[in-house]
């Protein structure tokens, strides 16, 4: 909502990545994986006609982001990370929902993802949204070296 025609404090929006971006998320990927993707995959990533990645943006800053790259009718989710800032605030949730909607437009039929198996918060968040567990990875992460969860969404 704007007041007087000021606009609103903390507005959440979920925007198509930018380059940008790039430096914002990558400073978040850095804070949030031990194994991060650099600026130049992000920049790779944004080239492709099979991947599309969103921002969550605050205030003009990337708060974060997720993305997927397509093939036939599924979709793997390669990233989701929030700025440590900004966490607990939803905004995984919101950015998903929104690739969810645009991969079911895109005629995707099913969604994957890994996630490390001690990440609770996020194996919560996963379920809520409509991914279940179907199956492990056994050794996929490294430093340190952990069992991945493989997650599928209808």
Avoid at 17 to 44: G, K, L, N, V
Avoid at 83 to 108: C, D, F, P, S, W
Wanted: aromatic residues 10%.
């Amino acid at each position: 909502m704007e007041a007087q025609g000021k606009p609103e404090k903390n507005r959440l929006e979920i925007v198509p990545m930018e380059a940008a971006h790039i430096p914002q998320i990558a400073a978040i990927e850095r804070e949030a994986f031990s194994e991060p993707w650099s600026e130049q995959a992000f920049s790779d990533a944004l080239s492709l006609n099979y991947a599309y990645f969103y921002a969550a943006c605050i205030n003009g800053q990337v708060a974060g982001y997720c993305g997927v790259y397509l093939a036939a009718d599924e979709g793997e989710i390669t990233n989701v990370a929030t700025a440590g800032a900004y966490r607990r605030r939803h905004i995984a949730e919101q950015m998903l929902k929104t690739l969810i909607n645009e991969a079911k437009t895109r005629g995707v039929a099913r969604l994957f993802l890994e996630v490390r198996a001690s990440n609770a918060p996020a194996i919560r968040l996963y379920e809520k949204i409509g991914f279940q567990n179907c199956g492990v990875r056994r050794n996929f992460y490294k430093n340190p070296v952990e069992d991945a969860l493989l997650m599928r969404y209808k």
